[in-house]
């Protein structure tokens, strides 16, 4: 096995367990994160978001699969699911996960989910209906980025 992909294994096994400190041992410092939900995190930032989701996750359930890395990419397939923090819905989320490593680090991850679909899911009506639409994903974003500065302004 490359060593990256035992490195992508490595971050999932800790984010199954829902240890946020391990996951965040796996990247560089100034390491690139981006998703529908949260745009893009730099360095502390991106470890911060996984500190926020493992802890406020009790009900959190995550299965990886897919690996596959080389000396500079990597990929992943992961599902998810929880209970959405705002609506108290369920969801079942499915994501493909992209890396770029450096000196055996993970310095970009690129998660991409059909924001519709997790949408419909986490907010009902109002997903259905504007999930689809770039003003709902920016205002889930902002609420996600606030959320974000809020748990890491506690931390200090």
Not at 27 to 35: E, G, K, L, S, W
Request: proline share 5%; aromatic share 12%; with cysteine.
């Amino acid at each position: 096995m490359h060593p990256n992909e035992a490195l992508i294994r490595r971050f999932y096994e800790a984010f199954a367990r829902r240890d946020a400190d391990a996951m965040v041992a796996c990247y560089a410092p100034d390491v690139h994160f981006t998703d529908p939900a949260f745009g893009d995190l730099h360095g502390p930032r991106a470890g911060a978001m996984w500190k926020m989701l493992c802890g406020r996750a009790p009900e959190l359930r995550v299965e990886a699969s897919g690996f596959s890395a080389d000396d500079r990419a990597g990929a992943a397939h992961w599902e998810a699911w929880y209970p959405f923090s705002a609506t108290k819905r369920r969801v079942h989320n499915v994501i493909d996960a992209r890396f770029e490593f450096r000196d055996g680090l993970i310095v970009r991850h690129v998660d991409s989910f059909d924001f519709w679909r997790w949408s419909r899911q986490a907010l009902g009506a109002p997903g259905l209906l504007l999930g689809w639409t770039p003003m709902l994903q920016n205002k889930v974003r902002g609420q996600a980025v606030k959320g974000l500065d809020a748990f890491m302004a506690a931390a200090k």
